[in-house]
């Protein structure tokens, strides 16, 4: 089991750009694939973007391609997503997640779930 917490959530301008952070518990963190979802207010659950166990293969959704990048640092247990010339409509709440599946789900079918980050871009 693997207990997940993000953070670098927060207001930016449009334009601005952050990076969230998702530290993972436990000694395993190379045995899972990492994904970044969001929820806006009235909105279901979408998929931001994904990295393989091995970090060598990242998927991410149209919406967000080009201006985010996800990666992972193995000895900090530890997943980013930086976030650049965010957009209004990237206001949510950010949650990271972690799989054992060799090739990360872009749906929402993931086992263990971090608390999530507000992220707001405002005009």
């Known amino acids: 089991q693997v207990q997940l917490v993000e953070s670098g959530g927060g207001l930016v301008q449009a334009g601005g750009s952050l990076r969230l952070s998702c530290a993972a518990s436990?000694?395993?963190?190379?045995?899972?694939?990492m994904g970044w979802f969001r929820q806006a207010p009235g909105k279901e659950r979408e998929f931001v973007a994904a990295?393989?166990?091995?970090?060598?293969?990242?998927y991410y959704s149209d919406s967000v391609k080009g201006r985010f990048t996800i990666s992972r640092e193995y000895a900090k247990n530890t997943v980013f997503l930086q976030m650049s010339s965010l957009k209004p409509e990237d206001t949510a709440v950010y949650y990271c997640?972690?799989?054992?599946?060799?090739?990360?789900?872009?749906?929402?079918?993931?086992?263990?779930w971090g608390q999530g980050t507000q992220v707001t871009v405002a005009s």
């Open positions: 990295i393989s166990r091995t970090g060598g293969s990242t």
């Open positions: 436990g000694r395993t963190f190379g045995m899972y694939s």
């Open positions: 997640a972690a799989d054992r599946r060799l090739i990360p789900a872009l749906t929402d079918s993931y086992d263990y």
